[in-house]
Structures are given as C-alpha cells and as structure tokens.
C-alpha cells in the first residue's frame, strides 16, 4: 500500500531556529505539494513541483520560506528562521501529472506538526 | 481567481440521521472536484471525486456527492450517519490541468452524537 511519508511528525522548536521537513512522494507519482494548516486559515497550498521543477510558490512567504526537491524521491521545506506565526501542520501530497491531460487524484502525507515558541 | 465555498462550518447529527453537506465553487472552467475526510489527528483521505461523466459520484463509506454545473456546487450526501463518521470534510477544487492545483474549502466539521 504505497503511503506519502513525512518527517518528523511532530517537531518543537524555539524562535529564530532552522527548521527542516522532509516528504518522500509516492514512487511514480511526479507531482509534489505542500500545504500549511492552521485553525485560523485552514488550508493553504504554499508550494508545488512537477517533475522536480518548482511551477508555483507563491503562496510561500520567500524571505523565509524554501522548497525543494534534491530527487524524485525527497521533498523539503525549510523554514529559516522559524517564527511562532509559523505553527501550524504541514501537509505533503503527491500526485501523477500527465502533460495534456487531467491529472490524478492528490495523496497526502501525515503532515508534520510544527510548535514554534 | 478561484474560490471554494463550504456554507456549514459545524454540523451536530445524531447517527442515522441523514447528511448533506454544501460546497459551491467559483471556476469558469473545467473543473475536477473533490472531497476529503479528516478524521481526528489523521492526515487528509480521498471521500470521492469528480472528473467527468456521471455527475453523480459514489465515494467511499457510503458517501456520494453531485455535481450540479448550473448551480457550480458538488453537494457531499450520506443517507445514515454513524458515530464514526465524526471528523471534518473538505471541499476541493482543481483546475484540471496537468497539475490539478487545488483550492480547498475552510471545511465542514462534523460530529455525529451516537
């Protein structure tokens, strides 16, 4: 049963730290997303990649936000430096995207929880 | 811009009551729709989708939801509740583009009182 993973699942930090979360997509699946969620403004798509290229992130704020995909098989998202505004959980989907065509469903992660203090 | 609409923030049901959860939509193009379940602690899971076809979409776990073009809405339905249906439902829009980018819906939280 293939699964998105994410680590860690639960992550506190304090202010001012560097923050990294990784995902690992589906194999095969060439579409990746990161999502915030936060009791106040619900779900958010920050970031997404189609075959490893970033094709929109702006709904990351830049100064302190990042993403990337080193692989087909490694997403992140760093946070540097982390503020408490930034506590939320983080989701990572992926998906299967075909050029032309309507792409697949969405599969998601875990997600991670990240405490700022 | 695209938005999605969830008109009930918190529904309380008693189980075998029936549900009928409301989304609308704002995309003037084509469209692929869905609807996710949250359950407590849990990560999003896939209830069903719509591409195309059958406007009528049968999901998992008794769900199913229409899509009503003229109305822009994929209204979520289940005829009898259970106690394990509590968790929270999200409405979901894609552009239905190669990517298929979502945009959610703030989510319908439901508990359901056995």
């Known amino acids: 049963d293939a699964r998105v993973t994410q680590t860690p699942r639960d992550k506190v930090t304090e202010m001012g730290q560097e923050v990294t979360m990784r995902c690992q997509p589906i194999?095969?699946?060439?579409?990746v997303f990161w999502y915030r969620q936060t009791m106040m403004q619900g779900l958010e798509l920050l970031a997404y990649?189609?075959?490893?290229?970033?094709?929109?992130d702006s709904g990351m704020p830049k100064d302190r936000f990042s993403a990337e995909m080193p692989d087909a098989t490694l997403a992140t998202l760093k946070i540097q430096p982390s503020e408490p505004r930034d506590s939320a959980v983080y989701f990572c989907?992926?998906?299967?995207?075909?050029?032309?065509?309507?792409?697949?469903?969405?599969?998601f992660g875990p997600g991670t929880r990240l405490t700022v203090l | 811009a695209q938005s999605v609409s969830q008109h009930n923030h918190h529904v309380i049901l008693s189980e075998a009551a029936s549900l009928e959860l409301g989304c609308n939509y704002s995309?003037?193009?084509?469209?692929?729709l869905f609807w996710y379940v949250q359950y407590p602690g849990q990560h999003l899971q896939l209830l069903l989708k719509?591409?195309?076809?059958?406007?009528l979409v049968k999901g998992i776990k008794g769900f199913e939801a229409e899509f009503i073009k003229s109305k822009f809405s994929f209204n979520l339905r289940k005829p009898s509740v259970q106690w394990s249906d509590t968790a929270e439902y999200f409405c979901?829009?894609?552009?239905?583009?190669?990517?298929?980018?979502?945009?959610f819906g703030t989510g319908t939280l439901l508990a359901v009182q056995p």
């Open positions: 194999l095969g699946h060439n579409t």
């Open positions: 989907a992926s998906g299967l995207g075909t050029s032309g065509g309507a792409a697949d469903t969405q599969y």
């Open positions: 719509y591409f195309s076809g059958d406007p």
């Open positions: 979901a829009v894609g552009d239905g583009g190669a990517t298929n980018k979502l945009i």
């Open positions: 995309y003037g193009g084509t469209v692929n």
């Open positions: 990649f189609r075959n490893r290229a970033p094709l929109d």
